[in-house]
């Protein structure tokens, strides 16, 4: 019954104006798959379900039907406050993983107090064959790991990374250019020294060159360090 229940409440919600924008923008996803609810709405629902007795039958049932039903489980999951309850459910979850916005959208805070734990699993997503568990370690090592407890280690594990798949390399790009934002002399190396195939290499730059969070000279710099790319990149 709650999975019936919580789609009635979706299409309540629907924004038919709103769903044909993420037609368009998650196009890993078939159309017929939205609804059309914007995220604030989806938050919200997200927090009020996940107080109800019977919500571990909805978490259960994967795959879901519905792209808003997979944002609902990663919201649900985001505010898991139990690490190992939270853990334990990215790990399920994530092999369902079918596009960019449920990826990038489930982002736990309680990892931000594991991070020594959280590790173990960022290595396994990296080395996985499936494009959405590399991009959700790229991310978390992104979120959690370009601060205090950054390893040269870790940008190095980014830059081995080797995939066709456009959402793995957009991942990469964004690691590098938010790295160089927050460790420029540890991350330029990488750049100087071409450790990136030659479109995330380039993507990375661009990136870099349009955010504020590097000097102009700096951008100056990393514009000089782009690569040629042949035509099928």
């Known amino acids: ?24 923008t998650t196009p890993s996803v078939d159309a017929d798959r939205f609804i059309g609810v914007r995220t604030p709405q989806l938050r919200s629902l997200a927090k009020e379900l996940s107080k109800h007795d019977d ?3 909805f978490l259960e049932q994967l795959p879901h039907k519905y792209f ?15 690490y190992e309850s939270c853990i334990d459910k990215v790990r399920t979850f994530l092999p369902y993983v079918d596009n960019w916005a449920t990826c990038d ?20 997503w990296l080395s996985s064959d ?3 568990m590399i991009r959700f370690g790229i991310k978390m090592l992104m979120d959690h790991f370009l601060d205090d407890d950054f390893k040269r280690e870790y940008p190095k594990a980014v830059a081995e ?7 793995v390399k957009m991942m990469q790009a964004w690691y590098f250019a938010t790295a160089l934002a927050k460790q420029y002399d540890e991350i330029l190396p990488f750049i100087e020294d071409k ?4 479109w995330t290499h380039n993507k990375a730059i661009q990136k ?26």
């Open 1 to 24: 019954m709650i999975i019936n229940d919580i789609r009635d409440r979706l299409f309540e919600l629907t924004d038919e104006k709103y769903r044909e924008i993420e037609i368009k």
């Open 195 to 198: 450790k990136l195939d030659p």
């Open 55 to 57: 919500i571990d039958y």
């Open 161 to 167: 990374i080797r995939s066709e798949e456009y959402y």
């Open 105 to 124: 959208q489930m982002n736990p805070k309680v990892f931000a107090k594991h991070k020594k734990e959280l590790m173990d699993s960022i290595k396994n």
């Open 68 to 82: 808003e039903e997979n944002q609902l489980h990663a919201f649900m999951i985001s505010c898991e406050k139990d």
């Open 208 to 233: 870099s060159v349009e955010s504020f969070r590097i000097t102009d000279e700096q951008k100056q710099y990393l514009k000089k360090l782009k690569v040629k790319q042949n035509i099928k990149e």
């Open 130 to 132: 499936k494009t959405y």
